[in-house]
């Protein structure tokens, strides 16, 4: 039996498939017959749809204040620190406490598991990716892991000072990553984070470039909690609802100013281009432009950070090694990629959560879909024409 195994009694977990409370399974934006962008998605409009990457989740529900979790992504399933991915990071704005990301930028590769988790989960997630590490064959002389984490601030439904991650429970988000199907919504780093004023989650897509376009793959990961103007394919849906940002203080100029806008999101970027972390910064930049297309504006407390790694040119100990990089002129197409799968990864967090209620009483409601299906009925059919 793992470590990890004793600590599955004392949680417990949210369904796979997040469900709507008649038990009919919350969709996919996709569902919704919405179909954002021009390119086309990968097999599972998933991160995984890049071949090698795998995606786990614990998630961590207790008693009535508890609403916390993990999400690993493994950028391969070989040995990540003898074989380091080419990475880049970008940081949208910096009200955050990402780990990790100095040797990203200095050295441009990524060695270690990418661990999503809260804020004052941070350092315990450093010390358990530390540890995995270092129990690794083939790692008995290691003597330096920068392990790489994010997070968001979940505190509005989670106990969030109680500190309830371990480093059991990153462990068990690592060693629980598969390829294949991606949980969303309420799940791991994203049971207990908002995002536009209802329930954010995790959310994934990908885009699948055609073979005149060179026929590579980017999947995207988000952690959404920020606030802003929900927007669906080109729809203010958050303003049509009545729940978007400074909306108070816009209809009434004499409410106080609150900080409702604040929150982060985090965005894990996959491809199998062959890109140096030069150009992988360049494509994590564009990132951020998907948010934008959701009705993200970036807040002044809001941590937005861009993780980018290629499956290509895996860094090892070689003291000259021969690689292959797609130019500069051949970048704009995964630009493009880039932004559309972030921008369909929010709405996915958004549809597939499910309302949770946490600390102090604290309610998120999941995104009303019979309301936005309405909204955006005239989209649809303008699509189907």
């Known amino acids: 039996m793992k470590s990890w195994q004793s600590a599955v009694t004392i949680l417990l977990f949210l369904p ?11 969709p996919r934006v996709r569902d919704l017959g919405i179909t954002p962008g021009v390119l086309q998605p990968g097999p599972l409009n998933a991160i995984t749809d890049v071949d090698g990457v795998q995606v786990g989740h614990r998630t961590i529900v207790r008693g009535d204040d508890v609403r916390t979790g993990v999400t690993a992504i493994l950028p391969h399933g070989g040995d990540l620190f003898r074989a380091k991915t080419p990475a880049a990071v970008y940081v949208g704005n910096g009200f955050g406490k990402a780990a990790g990301f100095l040797q990203v930028q200095e050295l441009g590769n990524i060695e270690t598991p990418i661990i999503l988790t809260n804020t004052l989960s941070v350092g315990r997630a450093i010390e358990a990716v530390v540890r995995w590490t270092l129990a690794r064959p083939g790692n ?27 480093h059991l429970d990153v462990e068990a988000a690592i060693e629980s990553t598969a390829p294949g199907p991606v949980e969303e919504g309420s799940v791991g780093a994203g049971t207990g984070t908002s995002a536009f004023g209802w329930k954010g ?53 004499e409410t106080p100013a609150t900080r409702d806008e604040r929150g982060s999101c985090m965005i894990v970027l996959a491809t199998d281009a062959p890109l140096s972390p030069r150009n992988l910064e360049r494509l994590a930049r564009r990132a951020v432009l998907g948010l934008a297309r959701a009705g993200g504006f970036m807040s002044n407390g809001s941590g937005d950070f861009v ?16 690689v292959r990089l797609l130019a500069n002129d051949q970048m704009s197409p995964l630009f493009l990629a880039t932004v559309e799968s972030v921008e369909e990864a929010v709405y996915n967090s958004l549809t597939r959560a499910t309302t949770v209620s946490g600390r102090d009483g604290h309610v998120r409601e999941a995104l009303p879909i019979e309301a936005v299906t309405e909204l955006l009925a005239w989209r649809v059919g303008a699509q189907g024409d």
Do not use: K, M
């Not at 601030?153 to 991650?165: E, Q, T």
């Not at 994934?204 to 026929?215: A, C, V």
């Open 16 to 26: 796979v498939c997040a469900e709507a409370d008649g038990g009919t399974p919350r």
């Open 140 to 166: 008995a002389d290691a003597q330096s892991v920068n392990a790489v984490v994010g997070e968001t601030n979940d505190g509005y439904l989670n106990d969030i000072r109680g500190l309830h991650v371990t």
């Open 201 to 253: 989650g995790i959310g994934t897509s990908s885009r699948h470039l055609p073979e005149s376009l060179g026929s590579y793959t980017v999947g995207v990961l988000v952690q959404t909690n920020f606030g802003g103007v929900l927007t669906i394919d080109g729809v203010r849906v958050g303003e049509a609802l009545g729940r978007y940002s400074f909306r108070d203080q816009l209809e009434n100029s």
């Open 307 to 322: 993780i980018a790694f290629s499956t290509q040119n895996l860094v090892t100990s070689e003291s000259v090694r021969e």
